[in-house]
């Protein structure tokens, strides 16, 4: 009781003043570089009206808006840095900047080939509870799996081919070794 009283007029004045007093952030986060396949840090808190600023450094990666049910897929009408190449000894980091709107959360990932499956993914604001950054991470990696089990079903066709090549050679063998010793 005490408090409400209390701080029920405090809350009324608190409001309108932060809210005309919120000087906008801005959230740096690096890309790429000693780190690897990272963002660092790979996960923002911001407010509406933050941004966040991205410094790529050594390799070639992308910061491109994804969804949380497809981490490494860009999404439709979703912001994207484009690829932003940057060699060994680069003094400078190209940067790329996002204006955060609201308090929604905002899924990211790396485009280049096979980044975002190592765990090259980014979020803003993402739930604590559900649908959190953790299982996000998963969901990219568990990509990087599909891939790889892909990629090995693949690499046994030939294998297979082989061992049908293998058994039409023994067969030939065999049959010549019928045909010769059918022979003597
Ligand atoms: C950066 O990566 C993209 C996608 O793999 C590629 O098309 C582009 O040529 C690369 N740029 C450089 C300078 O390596
Ligand atoms: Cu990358």
Known sequence: ???????????????????????????????????????????????????????????????????????????????????????????????FKIKVHDTNVIWAHCEQVDHCPSGMVFAVNPPRRGNTFWKFLQKAKALAYDDYRKRSEIDEEPEEVSDIEERDINSRITGKAVDSESEE
């Open 1 to 95: 009781m005490l408090f409400t009283t209390l701080l029920a007029p405090l809350a009324l004045l608190a409001l309108p003043f932060t809210e005309a007093k919120y000087r906008s952030k801005t959230h740096e986060v690096v890309v790429g570089g000693a780190a690897g396949l990272v963002y660092t840090p790979n996960v923002v808190y911001a407010q509406p009206g933050d941004y966040v600023r991205f410094h790529f450094q050594f390799k070639n990666h992308t910061v491109t808006q994804s969804s949380f049910d497809y981490p490494c897929t860009p999404l439709k009408g979703g912001f994207t840095s484009g690829f932003k190449p940057v060699a060994p000894d680069a003094k400078k980091s190209p940067t």
